[in-house]
C-alpha cells in the first residue's frame, strides 16, 4: 500500500500580514488536487508542490519495491521447491537431513561426492573384484571336490565324515607306508646289483643261513681285501712300468751284461732274505703263541667277568673274549667264537658291540660295589639293536645285577616290557609305567 507522504517543513520567510490575510481570506483555488493527495487544504502551494514532487519520484521506488517482493516471492518458491526435492531425495535416501534446506542441500553435496569418489573407486576395483570372484568360485569348487574326496576316504576308512583327524592319523600312516615301500624299493635294487642279478628270495635263503655278525666280519674282511687288492694292482702297474723299461734297456747290447750281473746279485740276496724270512716268521710265532698263552693263564679279572657276562647276553654267540696285537703293537680286545675264530670290535654288529660294552660296565660296576658303596646303574633303552633272544638273555643279566647295586632301565618298547613282566611275574624285578 501506498504510504500517505508527511509535509516537510520548508524554510522560508514568516508570511507577512499581507499573506496571512488573504490565507483567512477562504478556499483557495486547488483544493482538489490537495485532496488527492492526500493534504489538508490549509497546505501551502510550497509544500503541496513539495509532495507532488516526491509522489512523483515514489513511482520508482514502488517499482523497485514491487520488483524485490516479486524476486522474494521467488526465493521463497524456490526455496519451498529445495525443501520439497531435498525431503523427497532424503526419504529416498533414508538419510537424516536438518531441517534448513540450504544445510541439508549442502550435506546432500558431501554425500554426493563421496559417493561418487566411491563409484569411481568401485569402477577401478570392479576387474579386481571379479577375479577374486572368478579366484574364490574355483577355489570353492576345489574344496568341495576335496571335501567330497575325503569323505570318500573317510567312507573306505570306516570314519565319520567329520573326523579329520582320525583322517589325517590315516594319511600320515600312508605316507610312512608310501615312505616305507619306496625304502624297500631301493633296497631291493640294491640288493639285486650287489646279488649279481640272483632272485630275492635265493639271497633270503642264503641270507637266513648266515650269522649276522659274521656278515658284518665278512664284509670287513672283504673290504680290507679290496684295498689290499687296490694296493697290489698299483704295485704291479708301477712294477709293469719298471719293467718294461728295463726290457727296453735289455735290448741294448751294452747292458746285458750289466743285467746278468744284477740277476746274479738278485739272486744270492734272495737266498740271503728268505732265509732270514723263515727265521724271523718262526720266531714270530713262537713269540706269538707264548703271549696268548700266558694271556690266557693271567687274563685280568675285570676281562674275565666281562667275558662271561659277554657269553651270556649273547647267548652264547661269542664264547668269550681276547686280546690280541694289532699292526701298531697296541692289544685290543676281541671277540672269540665256538670255533675258536676271532672277530674285532669294529667287525661286530651294532647289537653286539653294545652288549660288549655293557657287559664291560657291568664288570666295572661290580669290581668297584666290592671296594664301595654301590652306586644305582641307570640305562635308557640299552636294548635299541638286539634281537629278541638276547634282549631277553640281557635282562636277565641286569635282573640279577639288581642283586649288586640298584638297577633301572628306561624304555619305551612294548617289546622289552612284555619281557620284564615275565620276569617280574618271577620276583626279579619290578614294571613302573610312566604316564
Known sequence: PARTPRPRPSARAPASPRSSARRRAGPRPGGPALARLALPASTSPEDAASAAHEWAGARGVLDALGQVRRRVFRMDEDEADLKARVDAIGRASGLALPEDAVAAARMLQARFIENDAARARRETLAPDAEEAARTAAARRLALAEREAAAARLCEIAGLLDDDWTGLAALAERHAGRLALTDEIARVEDGLATAGDGLPLEALKSAAAERDPDSLAGDLAALEDRERELDADVEAASLAEHAARAAVAGHHEAAGVNRAVVARESATAELHDVVERYVELSLARDLV????????????????????????????????????????????????????????????????????????????????????????????????????????????????????????????????????????????????VALE
Open 288 to 431: 706269538e703263541d707264548a703271549i696268548a698263552k700266558v694271556r690266557a693263564e693271567r687274563q685280568d679279572p675285570l676281562v674275565a667277568r666281562a667275558a662271561a657276562l659277554f657269553r651270556c647276553a649273547t647267548r652264547g654267540a661269542y664264547a668269550g673274549l681276547g686280546a690280541e696285537v694289532d699292526a701298531a703293537g697296541v692289544p685290543a680286545v676281541v671277540g672269540q667264537r665256538a670255533d675258536g675264530s676271532s672277530v674285532e670290535v669294529r667287525a661286530m654288529s651294532d647289537g653286539a658291540r653294545d652288549q660288549l660294552y655293557l657287559a664291560f660296565r657291568l664288570a666295572s660296576l661290580e669290581a668297584y660295589a666290592r671296594e664301595a658303596e654301590p652306586l644305582p646303574f641307570v640305562a635308557d633303552d640299552v636294548l635299541v639293536h638286539f634281537d629278541d633272544a638276547r634282549s631277553q638273555a640281557t635282562l636277565e643279566l641286569l635282573a640279577d645285577f639288581g642283586a649288586t647295586a640298584q638297577t633301572l632301565l628306561f624304555t619305551h618298547h612294548d617289546s622289552v616290557r612284555a619281557m620284564a613282566e615275565t620276569l617280574a611275574a618271577d620276583g626279579r624285578c619290578g614294571v
